[in-house]
């Protein structure tokens, strides 16, 4: 939508005779937004979100619920210092992350923050030895597929910014 709207702002300033380069100068906090937001969202294999929502069940509903709303006051840690489940709806932090940072996660749970120090424990547990990685995908693509598309933009954008400072 928004770059639609900044498309017709430049259709608009073109029709006013301002050259490419003034309009560059107009408006340059708004060209990498442009070209991130520009990816379409691909689409989310049916047959993935489905094998997803079966794992989530099985393995994750427990901690952070059934329909994916964490536990109560998940913001709050537990007298012993452990981290209680976030939501992964759109009210939690999970689609803060990038790809690479949420399958991390699900493959090493807590333990991906051994040695660093980060206010208490996570009893998250890894499940490098229990799911495949089509498994972990898929239950990232079922929990993808149940957020809006605004929320789904914002994700893609963090997976492609971890893309770039991969390569
Ligand atoms: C025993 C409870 C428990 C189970 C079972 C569990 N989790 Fe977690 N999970 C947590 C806790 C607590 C955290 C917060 C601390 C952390 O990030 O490690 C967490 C964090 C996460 C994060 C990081 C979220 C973020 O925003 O950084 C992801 C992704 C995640 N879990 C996915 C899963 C998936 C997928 C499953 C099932 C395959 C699962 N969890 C099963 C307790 C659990």
Redesign the pocket.
Known sequence: MRFYLVMLTISLLLLTGCTPKELGNAMPAQIPELTVTGVPLPTLSPQSIEQGQT??AA??A???GDDLQGETEWKVQNEDG?????P?DET???W??GDL??LD??RR??A??EGADIGGT????A?EET?TSEE?TA??TF?KSTWPDDIRILQQEATLREQKLEN
Request: aromatic share 14%; proline share 8%.
């Open positions: 794992v989530y393995y994750c427990d901690c952070h452990t981290f209680r489940s976030p992964h939690g932090h999970t803060h992350h940072t949420l996660a699900i749970g807590g991906r923050f996570s009893p998250m547990p499940f799911l972990a239950v990232l929990i």
